[in-house]
């Protein structure tokens, strides 16, 4: 069964450095988006993409968020000057049109 | 904006009980409630899900009940067994309604232990 997968699985990073998570979705799915699990926490909504452009983005998707689909399969989300409570897990899912998603590994941030 | 509450945050149950986790939304636009599955450190996982226009969902020993009217939602296990150990979150979303992709509100977990 085709899976969304994820890339780095962990990334540690200093506070004011770039990052850039990336993610594959499922070959035939046309919709994406990026949550984020702050630790012990609830799964929240960061920005939902389609067509090379942001359909919706959260509060929390500021300025130093950025999405991109640099090619044909990856998905990228970019923070640019991370700050310690960007610490968290990131999840990218994605949909083929209806309302189903399916949420990859994740990517734990640990920014010190 | 959508809020969804989910309740209890913790469930402690023997196995081969059921098991119920409740949720509440705020948006009656909203239209679809998946629910997910998520084991430590692993991705959440569809385990269920139902649309507006059904009352109730059944698979096996899951089963999801929707009460449109008073905006709750239900997840039912039955004969619970310890690989049901997990966190399970409820979530809503207005669909594609209005110009939205569907984003996922996500209720804040339960922990649901099955005890030998």
Same mark, same amino acid.
């Given at each position: 069964e085709p899976e969304v997968t994820q890339t780095p699985s962990h990334q540690v990073t200093q506070m004011g450095q770039e990052v850039i998570l990336r993610c594959v979705p !499922? /070959?035939?799915?046309l919709y994406f988006y990026w949550y984020r699990q702050i630790l012990g926490q609830k799964v929240e909504f960061l920005v939902s993409f389609y067509n090379n452009e942001i359909s919706e983005k959260s509060? !929390?998707? +500021? +300025?130093q968020f950025s999405v991109e689909r640099? +090619?044909? /399969?990856n998905f990228t989300l970019k923070i640019r000057s991370t700050k310690l409570e960007d610490s968290a897990m990131y999840f990218c899912a994605s949909s083929e049109g209806d309302e189903t998603q399916y949420f990859g590994p994740g990517t734990r941030l640990l920014v010190l | 904006g959508e809020n969804v509450e989910q309740h209890p945050s913790t469930l402690s149950v023997q196995e081969g009980d059921s098991a119920v986790i409740k949720c509440t939304y705020s948006? @009656?636009?909203?239209n679809y409630f998946p629910w997910y599955k998520q084991e430590l450190g692993k991705r959440p996982q569809l385990i269920i899900d139902i649309r507006s226009n059904v009352g109730e969902k059944k698979d096996q020993r899951i089963a999801v009940t929707l009460n449109k009217t008073a905006k709750h939602f239900s997840l039912h296990i039955t004969e619970? #067994?310890?690989?049901?150990s997990a966190v399970y979150f409820c979530a809503a979303s207005n669909g594609?309604? =209005? =110009? @939205? #992709? =569907?984003n996922l509100i996500f209720g804040k977990g339960t922990k649901l232990s099955v005890k030998p």
């Open positions: !499922i /070959s035939n799915h509060e !929390i998707f +500021d +300025d640099p +090619d044909g /399969s | 948006d @009656s636009a909203s619970t #067994q310890p690989e049901d594609w309604y =209005g =110009g @939205s #992709q =569907g």
